[in-house]
């Protein structure tokens, strides 16, 4: 799975942007697939995720803001973001999950973006 990411940039206190992620490959074995960001000295952390099934799953500081959505079909997955502050400032990352599933056991694997650049200026 390859995932490529669009739609960063520069944007002002109180805007808006619309992150993009296409999955190619075998996209049929995405499970879930979210968004995580990072900045430099920090951890990467977790933004917003969404299951095949549609169950998200959103950070405490994005809740009413942000806005994560999928199209399974076309393995891309969208993040609608709504009054950006400076502290959104960072890297964001496309994530899918593939678990591989056997009678006797499961395994998963993370498969990562490059990442696209979101400034917020105040």
């Known amino acids: 799975v390859q995932l490529v990411e669009s739609g960063g940039g520069l944007v002002q206190l109180g805007g808006s942007l619309r992150l993009s992620c296409e999955a190619s490959g075998r996209i049929v074995d995405i499970d879930t697939m979210g968004w995580y960001r990072q900045v430099p000295g920090k951890e990467r952390e977790l933004v917003a995720t969404?299951?095949?099934?549609?169950?998200?799953n959103y950070a405490d500081f994005v809740k009413g803001r942000f806005t994560i959505s999928r199209d399974n079909a076309k393995g891309t997955v969208f993040l609608h973001m709504n009054s950006l502050k400076p502290e959104d400032t960072a890297l964001y990352y496309c994530k899918a999950e593939v678990i591989v599933r056997t009678i006797e056991s499961s395994t998963q694997f993370d498969y990562w973006g490059q990442g696209t650049q979101v400034t917020v200026s105040s």
């Open positions: 969404m299951t095949s099934g549609s169950v998200t």
